[in-house]
């Protein structure tokens, strides 16, 4: 078969290092930027970028040639190691979150997306992951909180 027929729909999510509050105008727009040219360097179409200070949330259509964790790895890379040759001190946390998302749930994931600011004010990122793992049949488990690291009901932060 000469060409791939797809839709596969990702709704990724990931935080900033130690969940600091590091993605304010000048470093998101630095950021965002580098994720679209990534993006399309790899072929994967961004339908939605949007997220507040400590993490980014992503609704991307990828190409069957690549892995989800291939394409969060080159946008996680790309973003922080330009944030970094331009003398911001950058990082993004270890690991990621990624949603299949059907067809007809596009629409209410990119509003979702959209509106991640104002949900913020009313719910936090801790609130809002517990709430996408359930939503997604993800079983919670405790894993022990790495040396060094101050424990979180989702996710280990760096002091």
Same mark, same amino acid.
């Given at each position: 078969?000469?060409?791939?027929?797809?839709?596969?729909?990702?709704? +990724?999510?990931? #935080?900033? &290092? =130690?969940?600091?509050?590091? %993605?304010?105008? /000048?470093?998101?727009?630095?950021?965002?930027?580098?994720?679209?040219?990534?993006?399309?360097?790899?072929?994967?179409?961004?339908?939605?970028?949007?997220?507040?200070?400590?993490?980014?949330?992503?609704?991307?259509?990828?190409?069957?040639?690549?892995?989800?964790?291939? +394409?969060?790895? #080159?946008? &996680? =890379?790309?973003?922080?190691? %330009?944030?970094? /040759?331009?003398?911001?001190?950058?990082?993004?946390?270890?690991?990621?979150?990624?949603?299949?998302?059907?067809?007809?749930?596009?629409?209410?994931?990119?509003?979702?997306?959209?509106?991640?600011?104002?949900?913020?004010?009313?719910?936090?990122?801790?609130?809002?992951?517990?709430?996408?793992?359930? &939503?997604?049949?993800?079983?919670?488990?405790?894993?022990?909180?790495?040396?060094?690291?101050?424990?979180?009901?989702?996710?280990?932060?760096?002091?």
């Amino acid at each position: 078969m000469p060409h791939a027929h797809y839709r596969n729909y990702q709704h +990724i999510i990931f #935080a900033t &290092k =130690g969940r600091r509050r590091s %993605l304010q105008l /000048e470093i998101r727009t630095i950021a965002y930027d580098s994720i679209r040219k990534t993006c399309r360097d790899y072929g994967v179409a961004i339908l939605e970028m949007n997220g507040p200070e400590d993490h980014v949330h992503l609704l991307l259509n990828i190409p069957p040639k690549h892995s989800v964790a291939n +394409i969060v790895r #080159a946008i &996680k =890379g790309g973003s922080s190691m %330009l944030l970094n /040759e331009q003398k911001h001190l950058f990082a993004w946390q270890e690991g990621y979150s990624a949603f299949s998302v059907s067809e007809s749930n596009v629409a209410a994931v990119r509003q979702y997306i959209c509106a991640q600011q104002v949900h913020h004010q009313k719910q936090s990122f801790d609130s809002e992951f517990l709430a996408l793992l359930r &939503k997604h049949g993800i079983a919670i488990t405790k894993e022990p909180c790495p040396p060094g690291e101050v424990e979180s009901p989702i996710f280990h932060s760096h002091r």
